[in-house]
């Protein structure tokens, strides 16, 4: 072993947060990470995260405190809000109404939105894609970055890998910056970490977990997927998203509108070509042949679905045989 190196993570600190873990875990739409995961997470050392987008107003409100109550000891929780919904004002007042530890925001910038933050005492957090995002970030008032690379899941905010970008955003900052995209194993963590990172996120690895707020059908896709499944789709929010191939991806890959039922107005600007919310909604109930099943790129390497605590045990382990190496 090397002299000097400790086999324990490091210490991530984030405005008064002092996780035992620096991990983030993902917050992941439409159902996917809620108070189930995101308790489960910030139990285990992390820090967990609900997801707002595709929930009413008063459903994240009671995944919220249902997250608080479920807490054992010290544990973090916050709300993820997309700038890009249309309920974007809404989800961000009730977050900072219920007193979250923090709000991470990604698919735009908001000004309002680190005023907002600042004026409630609650940290606010950025996702970007890029060096220029992060400083334009940082100059609004992001306690922290998330920087993001191609090879995430959902929608995309570059085609860059994510230990590309990494370096010029840890140079671009003082904030901390936490690491996300591809990150899989104990081995991205400290090649993340090395490279300047001061903690990861990780959303894949944690939808195949126990506590996930996913039905397991969801779960078992991501078990069974292979990499050749993978495939990138654009939606109507303008961007690609990566998803496991399925009926719905073979419809969505042509140049036809499809049928909407009905339109739930949640985007600021849409191209109507299919309704992505409902696509969600649709795998999320279980159906994952006939709707959007979102997925990291790394998905194949995926074997079983655990419990979060295993999932982080786990990484312990590959992370420090990564340190004596």
């Not at 994510?162 to 104990?186: K, N, R, Y």
């Not at 991205?188 to 977990?209: C, E, H, W």
Request: proline residues 3%.
């Amino acid at each position: 072993m090397k002299r000097g190196i400790k086999l324990n993570f490091p210490q991530l600190k984030i405005s008064h947060m002092l996780p035992r873990v620096p991990i983030f875990q993902g917050g992941m739409g439409v159902g996917i990470s809620l108070s189930n995961l995101a308790s489960a997470v910030a139990n285990a050392g992390g820090v967990g995260i609900i997801s707002g987008t595709g929930i009413s107003v008063d459903t994240l409100r009671t995944h919220i405190r249902k997250a608080k109550s479920l807490l054992k000891g010290t544990g973090y929780i916050g709300v993820n809000v997309l700038f890009a919904m249309s309920d974007f004002a809404e989800k961000m007042k009730v977050a900072l109404d219920e007193k979250v530890d923090f709000i991470i925001s990604g698919a735009g910038i908001s000004r309002d939105m680190y005023s907002w933050g600042k004026q409630a005492g609650i940290p606010v957090i950025s996702i970007v894609s890029s060096a220029k995002l992060a400083r334009i970030s940082e100059k609004l008032g992001a306690a922290a970055v998330v920087v993001e690379g191609f090879e995430a899941g959902g929608h995309l905010g570059t085609d860059r890998p994510l230990f590309e970008i990494l370096p010029e955003v840890v140079e671009a900052v003082s904030i901390p910056v936490i690491a996300a995209g591809g990150i899989m194993t104990g081995d991205d963590i400290a090649n993340a970490l090395k490279m300047g990172a001061a903690g990861v996120q990780m959303g894949t690895r944690f939808v195949a977990s126990e506590e996930c707020d996913a039905p397991l059908a969801f779960k078992q896709k991501y078990v069974d997927a292979h990499k050749e499944d993978m495939i990138l789709v654009k939606t109507t929010v303008g961007l690609q998203g990566r998803a496991i191939s399925n009926n719905f991806t073979d419809l969505i890959t042509g140049s036809e509108n499809l049928k909407i039922s009905k339109c739930h107005n949640c985007l600021k600007n849409c191209s109507y070509r299919f309704c992505t919310l409902d696509s969600l909604i649709k795998s999320v109930e279980g159906d994952v042949e006939n709707g959007l099943v979102f997925a990291g790129a790394r998905v194949d390497e995926i074997k079983e679905i655990l419990p979060v605590q295993q999932i982080i045990k786990n990484l312990l382990k590959e992370y420090q045989n990564a340190m004596k190496q």
